[in-house]
């Protein structure tokens, strides 16, 4: 490697021969873990001979080798990206790198990273104290109920990393009973217009041949059928993973008549394309859907096209729908970069194969939101209700909001 004086380029990273390559990038591996980046030391030890093979003669080879072998979640790019360009800026100030904390320039200071897991991983660690809680804590013991409120208030888009975690598990305890509806099966009761002769009968039998009493055929209850959409494009990174482990858990089963049984859903994420989630939400366990489901999208924090997916919705899963009775959950802020008259037209169609379309936007937490966008003007003619779903205070009312607006 050429030094300085040289007159060559000293790469970011260090020179290697002075032993700062190996204490940098050890370094950044702590701060890529404490940001929610999984890095063990076997992908740091792949990361050294990464850098071995591409050399650190330029910046973009260095950054794009550490990412390849460092960032096993799509999920993980973007932090990984910014964490790296804020990490690496200043060659100078390897002694600060070290205490992971953000470097400065001479002059005017660099502005905050935008993500909260950014923010949290270069910020300096804080101080134990002998009396310090542990870490395996359970929740309502690990904090204040002020603490609690706050968090449950909290914009998902603002959360930390450690936050986000706790967050993920307090919206599995979410409950969400849907509205229930008469189904076309009978069953023996008390009140209905036909008599049920087999029940009535047998109840003659037990009596001597007397007929005391008429048993009526009364129609069962049964929730709705679930199409759930949950948008995985980039402005939707945020919420699309605690959303999905929210509606897994809160749909897995419901409760009709004393009894609990499983629900029909069926599940999609879209993006620039439509993956189907159903074999991942018949997974019982939450953590092994979100698995499987990081494993099946393939165009995760991308662009959004919603119309060309509802296309292929209509052209291949159809059948899904089950006659006009299936409730669907759009979950989605709007941002559609597709044709509005795709979109519109496959809107039209979807809505006259559904018993409602509810749009989950996570964008209403502005006060004065309007659906200005092409896209959000389609998704608010077609919906029959637009719901907030930014924060886990409004997770817990959302069964009373859908309860309103399904009759």
């Not at 650190?56 to 964490?83: H, I, K, W, Y």
Request: hydrophobic share 45%.
């Amino acid at each position: 490697m050429q030094t300085a004086a040289s007159g060559h380029h000293v790469p970011q990273l260090g020179d290697a021969r002075r032993g700062k390559l190996a204490a940098n990038l050890g370094a950044f591996g702590r701060a890529l873990r404490r940001a929610g980046v999984p890095v063990d030391a076997a992908r740091m030890a792949l990361a050294q001979q990464a850098l071995a093979l591409t050399g650190l003669a330029r910046r973009e080879d260095v950054g794009a080798a550490l990412e390849t072998v460092l960032v096993s979640r799509e999920q993980d790019r973007g932090v990984f990206r910014e964490l790296f360009d804020s990490f690496f800026r200043d060659p100078q100030l390897a002694h600060k790198l070290l205490a992971q904390m953000l470097p400065r320039a001479d002059g005017c200071a660099a502005p905050l990273p935008e993500r909260p897991r950014v923010r949290e991983a270069l910020a300096p660690p804080k101080a134990q104290t002998p009396a310090a809680a542990p870490q395996a804590m359970d929740l309502d013991a690990a904090m204040s109920a002020s603490a609690l409120a706050r968090l449950k208030a909290a914009d998902f888009n603002q959360l930390s990393a450690s936050e986000y975690q706790l967050v993920e598990r307090l919206v599995r305890d979410i409950a969400l009973p849907l509205p229930t509806v008469a189904a076309r099966r009978v069953r023996a009761g008390s009140r209905g217009a036909r008599v049920h002769w087999p029940r009535s009968l047998h109840a003659a039998g037990r009596s001597g041949g007397e007929l005391l009493a008429l048993a009526r055929r009364q129609r069962r209850r049964e929730s709705l059928p679930l199409l759930l959409l949950v948008d995985v494009s980039g402005s939707m990174e945020r919420y699309a993973r605690l959303l999905l482990a929210f509606l897994h858990a809160a749909t897995r089963q419901v409760s009709l008549g004393g009894r609990r049984v499983r629900l029909r859903r069926d599940a999609f994420a879209f993006g620039t394309h439509l993956t189907d989630l159903t074999p991942a939400f018949a997974q019982a366990d939450t953590d092994a859907m979100l698995a499987q489901a990081g494993r099946s999208i393939r165009d995760y924090a991308g662009g959004t096209r919603l119309g060309e997916c509802l296309a292929e919705l209509r052209t291949r899963h159809a059948r899904r729908l089950v006659g006009r009775r299936t409730l669907v959950l759009i979950v989605s802020d709007g941002l559609d970069t597709g044709a509005p008259e795709t979109l519109a037209q496959e809107l039209a169609w979807l809505k006259r194969h559904a018993r409602r379309i509810l749009w989950l936007n996570p964008l209403l937490r502005f006060g004065g939101y309007a659906p200005l966008a092409q896209g959000a003007q389609a998704l608010h003619r077609a919906a029959d209700g637009m719901l907030a779903v930014h924060d886990v205070t409004r997770l817990e009312q959302l069964a009373r909001a859908i309860a309103a607006l399904v009759r």
